[in-house]
């Protein structure tokens, strides 16, 4: 049995395909957030191309992240541990796959995480709603769920708009979904001593605005950089 409880429809996040597509390449999906009222981020690449055009992940809302669960963990680390808010993160995951050594090298630190693992979908998804909600007052959510239905990612999206959270939901299918953004991370070579990934933003508050950067991290600055 499911241990939601009840919760009214909500329709995803919508803007007008036809205004999305003209608007975006003028202004960058920055400048056509802000024009929406859409707010600021919370986690940027620190990369002034990538944040001007897609601004970055923002604040109460959920992200999807697909791809592998190894290359999405690593790219996650590595922004996650950009948060200037220095905010407490939960990650919910199916297995023991995340090692904090490995998380500490790109720059996560292991004080400000706390993993749940549980086999059952159903928990997982009970525990990011509640991490996201105001009892536990996360203000960052990993949670791990392929699978997941409309009705799974609108309770994320509602829990992280209540307290102005940034959920991720980690999936390696493409359903239906009422998260704001969706993105595709993929590992691509590199010169054998920075992870470098395929990172792909395809789609934006239910536009599919599909751009692809390819993005390594800089283990002796701390930092993205843009490769092409």
């Known amino acids: ?9 909500v329709q995803p996040h919508s803007v007008p395909s036809r ?5 975006a390449p003028r202004l960058g999906l920055a400048a056509l957030r802000r024009s929406f009222g859409l707010g600021a981020s919370a ?3 620190g990369i002034p191309l990538l944040d001007a055009l897609t601004d970055g992940f923002a604040r109460g809302a959920l992200h999807e992240i697909v791809g592998d669960r190894a290359a999405v963990a690593a790219f996650l680390a590595a922004l996650l541990g950009r948060d200037r808010r220095q905010a407490q993160i939960l990650w919910v995951t199916s297995g023991a796959g995340l090692h904090a050594p ?3 090298q790109l720059g996560l630190d292991h004080r400000r995480l706390t993993v749940v693992t549980t086999p059952r979908a159903g928990d997982r998804c009970w ?3 509640e991490a996201l909600g105001e009892k536990l007052g996360y203000g960052l959510v990993v949670a791990e769920i392929d699978g997941a239905d409309v009705e799974v990612t609108q309770r994320l999206q509602v829990a992280a708009e209540k307290r102005g959270a940034t959920g991720f939901l980690v999936r390696s ?3 239906a979904s009422a998260a704001a953004t969706r993105w595709s991370v993929q590992v691509a070579s590199s010169d054998g001593f920075r ?4 990172l792909t933003l395809d789609s934006w508050q239910g536009s599919a ?6 993005i390594e991290w800089d283990y002796a600055a701390g930092s993205f950089r843009l490769i092409e």
């Open 127 to 129: 525990a990011a709603e």
């Open 173 to 175: 299918d493409h359903g």
């Open 102 to 104: 490995a998380l500490a």
């Open 19 to 23: 205004a999305a597509g003209y608007i």
């Open 1 to 9: 049995m499911s241990r939601f409880a009840p919760l009214a429809s």
């Open 209 to 214: 605005l599909r751009r692809s950067w390819l």
């Open 43 to 45: 986690l940027t690449f």
């Open 195 to 198: 992870p470098c990934w395929r």
